[in-house]
């Protein structure tokens, strides 16, 4: 069973960067190579959303919200997926998840972007 945890979340002022990591486990070097991965947030009160994809081959797909500002990528050699965001905004305020688009999720990272 594949096991995800999220790290790197903090809280920093607006035009900040943070960059979260997603530690995959229980997926061969095979499998995590030639997956699909993604970022979701939740803020309160709102619903959970996808703000970063990377597909097997290595492309990514990004929300209009974000895109320009967030980057996904991975590390094939740590089973680790990243998640770069630059110029965060008090809107990009959440908590943000890992999954697998198969039903694993990790229990999320808290972002908090105030002046």
């Known amino acids: 069973q594949v096991q995800l945890v999220e790290s790197g979340g903090g809280s920093v002022q607006p035009g900040g960067s943070l960059r979260l990591a997603c530690v995959v486990s229980g997926a061969s070097g095979i499998t995590f190579t030639l997956h699909a991965w993604g970022w979701y947030r939740q803020a309160p009160g709102k619903e959970r959303e996808l703000v970063a994809q990377i597909t097997g081959g290595g492309g990514t797909n990004y929300p209009d919200s974000v895109k320009g500002r967030f980057t996904i990528s991975r590390d094939n050699g740590k089973n680790t997926l990243y998640l770069q965001m630059n110029n965060l905004k008090p809107e990009d305020t959440a908590k943000y998840y890992c999954?697998?688009?198969?039903?694993?999720w990790g229990l999320g990272t808290e972002v908090t972007v105030s002046s």
């Open positions: 999954t697998d688009f198969y039903g694993s």
